[in-house]
Each structure stands twice: as structure tokens, then as C-alpha cells.
């Protein structure tokens, strides 16, 4: 058996240093900001950066948003599904390449433009909190992130 005090400074030592639980932490915050000022166009910023990243990519494929975007396919698909559903995006037939193109529709295009102004008013207030020289450089080391991908 362990002694007690290992553990306890172990589980300190986790709590202090582990980047996974400081950025899981610092996500959540961010993104139920996002989610509540959102909320009053029914999407969320999931919803919200799928149907931005489609609007501007034109994606002939699933395989490019997920890329872009840093998603798995099955939580893609998941989120294209509901998105779907709800008569935002058209997802075309597979085609012999297994490529599948995925457009907004005319509902999804207006939902995007209603969203904007929302998200503008949360995007200003989270960019407040830093000043730019601070925002680019979260910006950069975020981006150092990503490469462990």
C-alpha cells in the first residue's frame, strides 16, 4: 500500500502541472461562454464553427472540415447528422471516391449570418481579457498544441 502522503503529492503535483486538465478547464469555461451567447439562435459554437467552417471551405468532402476543424470523423459525422436534421446543412450522396459534399442550405446560411452578431459580442468580451500582444501569443501557443496532433 501507498503512503498516504505520495499520493497526496502526486495528486498535487497533477493538479499543478497537467496541461491537458488546465486547457480541459479553461475549454469548458470558454465554451459554455460561447454556448450561452449563442443559445438565443438555438445553436451552439460547436454548431456555430461547423457551419462557419462549411460556409467558408465549400468542403467536397467530411475529410477536409474534420481536418480543418481538428475533429474525428465520427464526431463529425455525429455533428453533421444533428445539424442536418435540423435542415442547416445538405450532405450529399457518397460518391465513387467516397467523397461527400457538404453545403449549407439556405436555412443554415441565415441561421450563420443571425448567429454572427451573438458571437461577435462573446468573441469582443473574451479578446477584452487579454491585451493583443496577449491574444496573439495564446493564438501561437494554441497553435503549438496542435502540432502534437
Keep these: 500500500m501507498h503512503d498516504r502522503a505520495w499520493l497526496v503529492d502526486k495528486v498535487r503535483d497533477v493538479g499543478e502541472r497537467c496541461a491537458a486538465a488546465r486547457v480541459l478547464r479553461a475549454s469548458r469555461v470558454v465554451t459554455k461562454k460561447y454556448d450561452d451567447a449563442l443559445k438565443p439562435v438555438g445553436l451552439t459554437v460547436t454548431q456555430f464553427s461547423l457551419l462557419n467552417a462549411i460556409s467558408y471551405l465549400k468542403p467536397d468532402s467530411f475529410a477536409l472540415i474534420g481536418k480543418s476543424l ?11 447528422s444533428l445539424l442536418h436534421k435540423a435542415g442547416l446543412v445538405h450532405l450529399g450522396e457518397p460518391g465513387s471516391n467516397r467523397k461527400r459534399e457538404v453545403l449549407l442550405t439556405t436555412r443554415g446560411a441565415e441561421r450563420l449570418e443571425e448567429a454572427y452578431p451573438y458571437w461577435n459580442e462573446i468573441q469582443k468580451e473574451i479578446e477584452a481579457i487579454f ?17 502534437l496532433g
Design 70 to 80: 481538428d475533429v474525428d470523423r465520427t464526431t463529425l459525422s455525429r455533428n453533421l
Design 131 to 147: 491585451s493583443s500582444d496577449e491574444y496573439a501569443l495564446l493564438g501561437q501557443m494554441l497553435a503549438r498544441l496542435r502540432q
